[in-house]
């Protein structure tokens, strides 16, 4: 079994990194962490009252939960699990922990579709996954199209309001 | 009484009686603890009274007389007697005091007594030697009882009159919170005539509360009340719509088949023709009949495991049959691996008859343009999408869909009563489903139908 990690900013459209993934890894049983990372707090009440946390799996859209449920229906025999996780830490040094600590086999980025920093307190993701030198799956989304995802959604690119665009990393090369 | 006032003077009557309660057990207990503080105080004076009378010789009257002068207040009316006790009889000698014998028999056999006569104070102290006893008594009116117990008194009254005020307010304020959520369903509910039964109670999202309960319970009942009156109001209209088609064709061939004399083959075709919508003709009434009869008594309605897609199937081989030129595709990309993910608990005519009001209004205002269905199923839910490219529904109109009767005003070309929607609807509703519409002028519709998985 391996353990893909996927940066998602609970879009739809991020969630095509899944079938990438499947495309890609599918001959073994997947374990999928559906990723995104949090600036951490440096307020004492946040730290000491750490149930907050939980909080910003509220703020995950109906619409994002239902979608990634459907792919994992989809391909169950394919997909053993798929889980949500946040994380807190804006350096390579603890994203480089996390992943030795989560034993992740790969990581997934898409090349056309940009992330949206759609948390208060969400963080670039692909930069700070680059100084980890940890090797990067970076696949592009139009050489596979297996299922169009965004056919179940009621939701449009639009309805979800980021803070602010991480940077494509295309042009940032 | 209205419960809300109940509820107040119930609160208010338990508080009073706990505070009456408490007032009274304090008053019973400082009232004793008083009476034993002043016997204390008499019982010092008895004492020293005996030793001053009696060991004059050993010590000299001077040094009581001074303790007694420093350290002992003279008490309002105090009086002090000595009376001797009759050795022989073991008696009182005399009894100057208004006090009963008991008094004098119990200071002989214990030592000590004690009498109150309203507020004066007896105490007796025994004193002597095997020779010559004598009873000391000391009598004093305690006022400082009178006065402090009178004090504790009006506080205690005091404090139980705004007690009570207090609480009833409280409990005025109390009762009108819990009641609140009810007034206000109550309000909501008065404003839903029968003609206006598309309303429905709020429900909050996050409600799991008995109110929420209830708004549900209530709406679910107006849902079932809704449909069995437009079905009511709109049988008839349906009806004779549903049956005027085939009529119309069997009317039509038949003229042209006497308009003149033909021959066996053209004849052949249009008893063809006619015995072919006949049946259809037989078949929209049999449909019609198990509408009015399963529909909406809630007695007939019967709610069994069902495969979604095979619904799914059935409607398309049903609108096939309506309009043969349709273009509805059922997209299957999504579809889950696991079987026990696409059963649904739910009346299968109900169902089919919702799915195809919908796919035949897609069909219908798209002028048969591809549909397309997508079926999914998350954790919980089997999800149907169908999406058209047709005329959609103008962004200020999308509130009033469900409203039975209502037409969008880009419309006008297309046959249509507006009750297939609302109908629609109501089925998902019953199923405990959701519908929802999303929608762009001039570029299509999306609506999505959520219905719980069947749990097995």
């Known amino acids: ?173 | 009484m209205k419960i809300q006032h109940r509820t107040a003077l119930i609160f208010a009557t338990l508080t009073i009686s706990i505070v009456l309660l408490v007032s009274m057990v304090e008053y019973y207990f400082v009232n004793q603890n008083t009476f034993e503080d002043f016997y204390k105080r008499l019982e010092i004076r008895a004492i020293i009274a005996a030793k001053t009378e009696f060991e004059k010789a050993a010590m000299g009257t001077s040094a009581y007389e001074e303790i007694r002068k420093l350290h002992l207040e003279t008490l309002p009316n105090e009086k002090e007697y000595i009376i001797p006790v009759d050795p022989t009889t073991n008696q009182p000698g005399s009894n100057p005091l208004k006090v009963n014998d008991n008094f004098f028999k119990e200071a002989i056999s214990t030592g000590k007594a004690r009498y109150r006569d309203n507020s004066t104070f007896y105490l007796g102290h025994l004193y002597g030697d095997d020779t010559r006893k004598y009873i000391v008594v000391i009598s004093a009116k305690n006022e400082f009882i009178d006065a402090f117990l009178y004090n504790f008194r009006t506080t205690i009254i005091i404090s139980i009159i705004s007690t009570s005020l207090v609480s009833l307010l409280i409990g005025l304020w109390f009762s009108n919170i819990v009641m609140k959520p009810i007034r206000s369903v109550t309000q909501k509910m008065q404003d839903i005539s029968a003609s206006q039964l598309h309303l429905r109670l709020p429900t909050p999202e996050i409600g799991r509360d008995e109110i929420a309960n209830l708004a549900k319970t209530f709406n679910n009942m107006l849902d079932r009340l809704e449909s069995a009156f437009e079905t009511q109001k709109n049988f008839i209209s349906n009806a004779s719509h549903e049956l005027n088609t085939p009529l119309t064709t069997i009317i039509g061939e038949s003229e042209y088949a006497l308009s003149k004399p033909r021959n066996m083959d053209e004849y052949a075709g249009s008893l063809h023709v006619i015995l072919s919508e006949a049946e259809r003709l037989r078949k929209i009434t049999g449909s019609l009949l198990h509408l009015a009869q399963t529909g909406y008594n809630g007695k007939n309605q019967e709610f069994k495991q069902l495969r979604i897609d095979e619904v799914l199937f059935i409607v398309k081989e049903n609108v096939d049959n309506i309009i043969p030129e349709n273009n509805v595709y059922i997209n299957l990309t999504l579809i889950p691996e696991d079987q026990t993910k696409l059963l649904v608990k739910g009346n299968q005519q109900l169902l089919e008859l919702a799915l195809a009001n919908i796919v035949l209004n897609a069909c219908k205002y798209s002028r048969n343009q591809p549909v397309q269905i997508t079926l999914a199923a998350s954790h919980q839910k089997v999800i149907l999408i169908i999406e058209d490219h047709g005329i959609g529904i103008p962004k200020n109109e999308i509130a009033y869909i469900y409203e039975p009767f209502f037409r969008a005003s880009n419309t006008g070309s297309f046959n249509g009563y507006g009750i297939g929607l609302p109908l629609s609807r109501n089925i998902i509703r019953m199923h405990n489903g959701e519908l929802e519409v999303t929608s762009q002028e001039n570029v299509g519709t999306k609506i999505k139908i959520t219905l719980p998985l069947y749990v097995l």
């Open chain 1, 1 to 173: 079994m391996k353990h893909l990690l996927i940066p998602t900013d609970f879009s739809i459209q991020s969630l095509n990194a899944v079938y990438a993934a499947i495309a890609k890894y599918g001959d073994t049983q997947l374990k999928i962490t559906l990723f995104h990372l949090l600036a951490p707090s440096h307020d004492i009440t946040d730290i000491l009252f750490a149930y907050k946390r939980s909080r910003p799996h509220h703020a995950i859209s109906e619409n994002f939960k239902e979608a990634y449920q459907i792919l994992q229906n989809r391909y169950t025999s394919r997909i053993h699990s798929i889980t949500v996780k946040f994380g807190y830490g804006n350096t390579a040094a603890y994203l480089k922990n996390l992943l030795e600590g989560e034993k992740v086999d790969h990581v997934i980025f898409m090349t056309d579709s940009v992330l949206q920093l759609s948390m208060a307190k969400s963080i670039e993701m692909l930069p700070l996954f680059r100084k980890t030198s940890f090797p990067l799956d970076v696949i592009s989304a139009k050489s596979k199209k297996e299922v169009d995802i965004s056919a179940i959604s009621m939701m449009n690119r639009n309805e979800i309001k980021p803070f602010k665009t991480e940077k494509s990393y295309v042009t940032e090369k």
